[in-house]
């Protein structure tokens, strides 16, 4: 009797634990361009002291492109300016991965497209989490958030994106 208690514990255990609406730990941003044209998907995994990203998108212009995290998850605007800023907690934020004074939780390495434009990585984000784990900011807050994918470059210091121009790409994670 005893032992049976203990194997349906374990099996009620189980299923929460695997049940997506009862403790979410990977998300997806299905992204589009301005025109709306569907270009991938970015699934993001909870990591015990961050986010993992997988990108896996196309019909991008060949070459680097700033990534970040943008702090509501409306990609309604043809510019992707609904997304709002980037995801942050500080009153003023600093952008820049490699800036000294960097507050800045929305902040990513840069993707590189291939010729084809499509551009596949792995990026791991320890700024941010799914749901608050740790204190950091939730991309699965109240208002959402969005992955935005830039025409230029992040230069990783100059304010307020780092140089990254025009808002490409934009991808509601969910
Ligand atoms: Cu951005
Ligand atoms: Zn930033």
């Given at each position: 009797m005893r032992k049976l208690t203990v194997a349906a514990v374990v099996t009620i255990a189980a299923l929460i634990a695997a049940s997506p609406t009862l403790a979410q730990t990977t998300a997806t941003a299905q992204v589009k361009g301005a025109d709306g044209k569907d270009l991938g998907l970015v699934t993001l995994t909870e990591a015990p002291h961050g986010v993992l990203l997988k990108l896996e998108l196309k019909?991008?212009?060949?070459g680097w492109h700033a990534a970040h995290f943008h702090?509501?998850?409306?990609?309604?605007?043809p510019d992707f300016?609904?997304?709002?800023?980037?995801?942050?907690?500080?009153?003023t934020t600093v952008h820049g991965?490699?800036?000294?004074?960097s507050n800045d939780s929305g902040d990513l390495p840069n993707i590189f497209a291939n010729a084809d434009g499509s551009a596949t990585a792995e990026v791991y984000s320890p700024l941010v989490s799914l749901k608050g784990a740790g204190g950091r900011p939730a991309l699965?807050?109240?208002d959402g958030s969005a992955i935005v994918v830039h025409a230029n470059a992040d230069d990783?210091?100059?304010?307020?994106?780092?140089?990254?121009?025009?808002?490409?790409a934009c991808g509601v994670i969910k």
């Open positions: 019909g991008l212009t060949p702090e509501k998850g409306d990609c309604g605007a300016k609904s997304a709002g800023a980037h995801v942050h907690t500080a009153a991965l490699l800036n000294p004074a699965l807050d109240a990783h210091m100059s304010q307020p994106i780092g140089g990254a121009g025009a808002r490409a």
